[in-house]
Structures are given as structure tokens and as C-alpha cells.
């Protein structure tokens, strides 16, 4: 069931935030984090990517705090269909994977930070000030993760990087024991589009079957 609490903004000095994730603990627990604040505002709340988008184009927040993993659609598409919707939003992701090619991706599909949620406490406030005057918040264990990947650059345009946002999104998926059906309709797609998808993971990756998938999957840290 979607969930969908809508507040007309009547503050505009505040920072008008929408929050997205399906675990209604963890929109209760970033609500409380914000609710002290003078200068931020809680404008909705959604428990899928496509309620987040509705209620996005419903309330025209200034930052989506938005949870990289969520039915329906996830925080990479939900990111770019946002911005299609309301370029001047930003859009902050939190994910709790520590994942480096989660966050190269989302920044790549136009978001403007990216928060691992274990450091939400400390960091949400400050981030969502951030993201809403252009800077770029980045959580500190992906940016040593990062830097650590750039040194070694020892990865050229292969591989995971070559996969497109719909084949990353389906390679999660599968990697996480989930059949091509079950993966089509978490995506919101038929099981024929599904089953290309993954015939193009084979062919980029160089995989011949499932169990390879998901062992690429689990050994490359896209899955847990």
C-alpha cells in the first residue's frame, strides 16, 4: 500500500524536504532528526519510487532525500525521472550499502549527494543544507572508497561500467536470488524486456549463466 502524507509549503525561507524510503522506521527515524530544525520542513512522505515521484511532482520540494533501494522504482531511475520532472530539485540518496559503483552511478544520473544511512545521524542536516546550495555531499567512507579506486585505476570502461542503468539495476537484482519474473516486476517491466536485459549482462560480462551473475554479483559488492 502506497503511503502518501502531503503538506502545502507556507514557509518558503524553509527547505522543503520529501522523503522516500520503503521502511516506515527509517522515514520515522529521518523525521525526527529534522524536526528540531528552524530551517527545514518534511513537505511528504512516499514508501516507493513512484509514490516519491508523484508526490514529487505534487509538492515541488527543494531536496528528495531518497533511498537508493525501493519497490516499485528504485533510487537511480526515481533519481533521473525527478530531475526530468524538476530540474531544480536536488536530490539526496541514502543507501546502506558502502557500495562505490552505487554511488559513481547515482551521481552519474544527475543526483547531488550521497549518504550512507549508518551516518544520516550525524550528517543529514548538514546535507541537506548542502545539497540545497549546490555543493556535493559525499558520505566519507565512499569518498575513501573512491579515491582508493581512483588510484588504482585499474578499471577501464569495462565491465560494470559499461552496463546501463536498467542492467545494473536487473544485475542487482538477480544477484540478489531473485528469478528473471520476480526482477521484471520489481523493475516494472515485462519478463521479456527482463530476459534481454540479462542476455546483455551475459554478453558484457562475459558470463555464461545465472549463477555466474550472481556470483559476479556478490563478489563485485552489488549485493550482500
Do not use: W
Request: hydrophobic letters at 40%; aromatic letters at 2%; charged letters at 25%.
Amino acid at each position: 500500500m502506497d503511503i502518501v502524507k502531503n503538506e502545502k509549503h507556507t514557509l518558503t525561507k524553509k527547505i522543503r524536504v520529501l522523503l522516500a524510503d520503503d521502511h516506515a522506521m527509517v522515514r520515522d527515524g529521518l523525521c525526527r532528526i529534522l524536526e528540531d530544525t528552524d530551517d527545514i520542513a518534511v513537505v511528504g512522505q512516499a514508501d516507493n519510487g513512484l509514490t516519491a515521484l508523484s508526490l514529487a511532482r505534487q509538492t515541488e520540494p527543494d531536496v528528495v532525500v531518497l533511498d537508493y533501494t525501493m519497490p516499485k522504482l528504485d533510487g537511480l531511475a526515481a533519481t533521473q525521472r525527478i530531475l526530468n520532472l524538476l530540474p531544480k530539485t536536488k536530490i539526496l540518496v541514502l543507501t546502506s550499502h558502502d557500495n562505490v559503483q552505487f554511488a559513481v552511478r547515482t551521481l552519474g544520473a544527475g543526483a547531488h549527494g550521497f549518504l550512507l544511512k549508518e551516518e544520516a545521524v550525524d550528517q543529514l542536516i548538514t546535507a541537506i543544507r548542502d545539497v540545497n546550495t549546490g555543493k556535493i555531499p559525499i558520505s566519507p567512507t565512499i569518498m575513501e572508497k573512491l579515491a582508493a579506486r581512483l588510484r588504482q585505476n585499474k578499471e577501464a570502461k569495462v565491465g560494470l561500467d559499461t552496463l546501463s542503468p536498467r542492467e545494473f539495476a536487473l544485475l542487482r537484482h538477480i544477484g540478489s536470488g531473485k528469478s528473471t519474473r520476480e526482477s521484471a516486476s520489481c523493475m516494472c517491466i515485462s519478463e521479456s524486456t527482463a530476459s534481454n536485459y540479462r542476455s546483455r549482462l551475459l554478453e558484457k560480462l562475459g558470463l555464461k549463466t545465472t549463477g555466474d551473475l550472481i556470483r559476479f554479483a556478490l563478489e563485485k559488492g552489488i549485493v550482500s
